[in-house]
C-alpha cells in the first residue's frame, strides 16, 4: 500500500491569494450582500437598481479584501486590531511612598 503525505501541513487556507481571515471576510461579505440585494428585490425596488447595488457592493468587497490582503499580509489585521486594543498609558493611582513601601516588603520575602 502507498501513502499519499500531506504536504500543506501548518499551512494557512488560500483561495485565489486571499489568506487566513480574509477569506471569512470576502464569503461574509458577498453572503451579506446577497441578502441584502435579496430584500432589496422582495421589496420591489427596481430590478437595474438591486442588479447596480449588488455589483457595485461586490466589487468595492472583493477589491477591499485584496486591498486589506496585500497592505497587511496574513496576520497583519490581527496585529492591527491588537494594537488598537492596547491602552495608550497606564494609569497609576497609588502614593509615591506606598510603591517604594511595598517593594521594600516583597524584597524581604
Not at 501541513?9 to 481571515?21: H, N
Not at 468587497?61 to 498609558?89: C, R, S
Amino acid at each position: 500500500m502507498e501513502y499519499s503525505i500531506n504536504k500543506g501541513i501548518g499551512k494557512p487556507a488560500e483561495f485565489k491569494g486571499l489568506k487566513s481571515q480574509y477569506l471569512f471576510i470576502f464569503a461574509g461579505g458577498l453572503l451579506s450582500i446577497f441578502v441584502v440585494f435579496m430584500i432589496m428585490y422582495m421589496i420591489g425596488i427596481s430590478q437595474t437598481v438591486c442588479i447596480g447595488f449588488g455589483g457595485t457592493a461586490a466589487g468595492i468587497l472583493v477589491w477591499g479584501t485584496f486591498h486589506l490582503n496585500d497592505k497587511y499580509g496574513e496576520f497583519g489585521l490581527m496585529k492591527v486590531q491588537a494594537i488598537a486594543n492596547h491602552p495608550k498609558y497606564i494609569i497609576n493611582r497609588r502614593r509615591i511612598e506606598n510603591l517604594f513601601r511595598r517593594k521594600r516588603k516583597e524584597a524581604c520575602r
